[in-house]
């Protein structure tokens, strides 16, 4: 449902966002000020640093009317990112649906774990073949080929709407030329072989996922949350099947949850992988494996 919210007494672009921060701010969401500044700007059609130069501007019926329905929607409890319908992720600007979790920058760690490889491989062989595991909105896979204009991605996602998200991202953003995607169930039917395997599959056990904040249990996709029992599910069935889809000297790179580091490896190794590379996010958190095909 949601909450009302009355920007009557607002005359320009600044008042609007000084109420609307405020508002934010007394129902004590964590971002308020930032999800103000973010809902105004861009539905003022106007940049962050320009809320500043150009606060005074008037605000008309029809953006004060916009701006009400969407902090409502915000004090109800829906992520701003959900509301603009759009999330920058590693330069690139990425639609958003329901099918799709917003993309973290937590996971730009993956980027930069392994664009070096990426480059690398160019150089060996001219091209560097990806696959993207579970894509959501694309954004990993996007972000790649966006990097290396020698690289190519195909991304497979079980949800048919999260296909449809992503290549539509990747057609608004000119990279369909190397960028396609499939629906399907991790690798069962792809016979083609990879020089990098990434994603950042569900990894939150089952029941963790009530504990999670209200933006991310009624609004994220539980396909996309729900690891299993143990939140190993999906690193489980990644494991042994990406050795047979690998090119030789090829990698893995996946994301992880809080203290998954250990069982994730194990995992792999088992499956005849060594760990290459652990990368930490900006929390200090391990949030990236990278394992070498052994």
Known sequence: MMASFDLSSASTVRE???????????????????????LISRLADLASHQLATNGDLPLTDAVRGKIERAAGERLAGKPVHRILGTRDFYGLSLKLSGATLEPRP??????????????????????????????????????????????????????????TTALTNARELGLSARYSAVTGDWFRGVEQHFD??????????????????????????????????????????????????????????????????????????????????VVADLGGVDRVLVFAGG
């Open 196 to 277: 990098l395997i990434v994603s950042n599959p569900p990894y939150i056990p089952t029941a963790d996922i009530a504990s999670l904040s209200r933006e991310v249990v009624a609004h994220d996709p539980l396909l996309a949350l729900d690891g299993g029992k143990d939140g190993l599910d999906a690193y489980r069935q990644i494991a042994a099947q990406c050795r047979t889809r690998l090119k030789s000297g090829g990698q893995v790179a996946l994301e992880i949850g809080v203290g998954q580091r250990k069982s994730v490896t194990e995992l792999f190794v088992a499956q005849r992988f060594e760990l290459s590379q």
């Open 106 to 163: 937590d996971t730009e760690t993956l980027i930069d774990a392994v664009l070096p490889f990426v480059h690398d491989r160019v150089v060996q062989t001219g091209c560097c073949e990806i696959v993207d595991l579970g894509i959501g909105a694309g954004g990993i896979g996007l972000a790649l080929v966006a990097e290396c204009t020698q690289a190519r991605c195909l991304g497979i996602d079980v949800s048919l709407e999260a296909v």
């Open 16 to 38: 609007a966002l000084i109420l609307t921060r405020t508002a934010f701010r007394e129902s004590e969401l964590e971002t308020a000020d930032l999800d103000a500044r973010l």
